[in-house]
């Protein structure tokens, strides 16, 4: 797990770190010196990652913690600052989608269920550790959004909940942005394209995934490990002047 140690001495947050780009994102933040916090709802899975990370000489503890939940986010802060005496890094990794359906086959609390899980985890997650940010003057938070929440595909426009959560994330960014910058806390978010995950390379055929990576200029598919460079860049001291951006990582489809 050798890096170049750019974040040595930096502590990090990744919630939904447990699979898929989370876990890339944990895994690079580790191999770059930070101490990392896995912190997800499968506590199973979050312990198999920070193990891994170990194993490569980094460092990393799991946490079991439910993002939607104010208390779960204030007990995991509380015991990540108990830990390792601070938090430099927050990325908002977890997130979800629903059944594809139209507008009038959506229920309300399935409506709500995206929203809290996409959106508002963002804002808990946020919320309890920008005290510990703007106390120090110095921080970095990224947010994971979607290509879908700054355009329209054939997935988006039949995944509205989804695609509203990651919209209302962008202006969530560079609001926050706006909000923090005056503290030397940097805000940006990533937005993956549709990403060869575990998970979707399950789900879809290889024909299948050619067809979807035929819109994309670059005609493939990215991989969690380009997510999870991106957001080592905004987190990096390179881009100490860069906040409030939304970076697509998405082989070129608009």
Not at 145 to 171: C, E, M, V
Not at 210 to 224: D, Q, T
């Amino acid at each position: 797990m050798a890096g170049s140690e750019k974040l040595a001495g930096s502590v990090a947050i990744v919630t939904g770190a447990s699979a898929g780009i989370g876990e890339e994102i944990a895994k690079t933040l580790a191999r770059e010196g930070a101490a990392v916090a896995i912190a997800s709802r499968n506590h199973t899975e979050g312990r198999r990652v920070a193990a891994t990370i170990a194993a490569g000489g980094g460092s990393a503890e799991a946490f079991q913690a439910d993002v939607t939940r104010s208390a779960d986010v204030k007990a995991l802060v509380d015991a990540v600052v108990a830990r390792w005496g601070t938090v430099d890094i927050l990325v908002n990794s977890v997130g979800g989608w629903q059944k594809l359906a139209l507008i009038n086959e959506i229920p309300e609390d399935e409506w709500d269920r995206i929203i809290t899980l996409n959106l508002k985890s963002a804002y808990l997650c946020a919320h309890a550790v920008s005290a510990i940010m703007m106390e120090k003057r110095k921080g970095h938070i990224v947010n994971l959004g979607s290509q879908s929440g700054s355009g329209t595909n054939q997935i988006s426009l039949s995944n509205l909940p989804y695609a509203t959560s990651k919209a209302g994330l962008i202006g969530f960014t560079k609001h926050l942005a706006k909000q923090l910058g005056p503290y030397g806390i940097t805000v940006n978010m990533v937005s993956p394209g549709t990403t060869l995950t575990a998970r979707v390379a399950a789900l879809w055929d290889e024909k299948h995934r050619e067809r979807i990576a035929s819109v994309n200029a670059m005609k493939c598919l990215v991989e969690p490990q380009d997510s999870a460079e991106a957001v080592l860049f905004l987190v990096s001291p390179e881009s100490r002047y860069i906040t409030g951006v939304n970076l697509d990582v998405n082989a070129g489809n608009r």
